[in-house]
Nanobody, 124 residues
Framework: QVQLVESGGGLVQAGGSLTLSCAAS????????MGWFRQAPGKERAFVAAISRSGGNTYYADSVKGRFTISRDNAKNMVYLQMNSPKPGDTAIYYCAAKWIYTDTYYTGEYDYWGQGTQVTVSS
């Protein structure tokens, strides 16, 4: 089992940058594929990005491709989401998620573990 705690959210100006962090508990972090999701007011939770166990494979939603970067540090049990050139439409609660996977690939299905979320607000 893994517990996830997000941090780094806040208010950012459009065109700026913000980095979200997710700290994972446990000593088997490197066996989990990790993902970032977001939920805007009145909308369903949506996939943002995913990263494989080693960090060598990543996948992004079209809406953030080229602007956001997901990364991880297995030695520190951390996963990050670097948000460059955010737009007001990126305003949402951002969630970190984990899924035990057996291969070194990114995962875009149903995740098993979720953090509590961190609010990101992008001002115009």
């Amino acid at each position: 089992q893994v517990q996830l705690v997000e941090s780094g959210g806040g208010l950012v100006q459009a065109g700026g940058s913000l980095t979200l962090s997710c700290a994972a508990s446990g000593h088997t972090f490197s066996y989990y594929g990790m993902g970032w999701f977001r939920q805007a007011p009145g909308k369903e939770r949506a996939f943002v990005a995913a990263i494989s166990r080693s960090g060598g494979n990543t996948y992004y939603a079209d809406s953030v491709k080229g602007r956001f970067t997901i990364s991880r540090d297995n030695a520190k049990n951390m996963v990050y989401l670097q948000m460059n050139s955010p737009k007001p439409g990126d305003t949402a609660i951002y969630y970190c998620a984990a899924k035990w996977i057996y291969t070194d690939t990114y995962y875009t299905g149903e995740y098993d573990y979720w953090g509590q979320g961190t609010q990101v607000t992008v001002s115009s």
